[in-house]
């Protein structure tokens, strides 16, 4: 009878979080994330980000980093 409380707790907790958010994201309705990747980006910030992308590849590429743009010497 002691088990009884924590049991209905569990199941409780895990039929919520399914008809709450599995259930959802199964339907492609994420509460969490915007309807599109940009959706809450200004066009500035969607520059910002692009241009710092390009500005990432650059390093990446100069000589003397590895496959995932570290230097050698840097931890």
């Known amino acids: ?3 009884l409380l924590p049991i209905g707790v569990a199941a409780g907790s895990i039929g919520l979080t399914y ?3 599995i259930r959802p994201m199964r339907r ?3 509460a969490m994330m915007p309807a599109s990747e940009d ?3 200004s066009p500035e910030e969607v ?3 692009a241009r710092l992308r390009a500005e990432i ?3 990446r590429q100069e000589p003397g980093h590895d496959s995932a ?3 050698p010497t840097a931890g």
Do not use: F, N, Q, V
Request: aromatic share 0%.
């Open 69 to 71: 743009g570290r230097h």
């Open 47 to 49: 520059a910002e980000i």
């Open 57 to 59: 590849a650059a390093l």
């Open 19 to 21: 008809i709450m958010c």
């Open 39 to 41: 959706a809450c980006d």
């Open 1 to 3: 009878m002691d088990s």
């Open 28 to 30: 492609g309705h994420c």
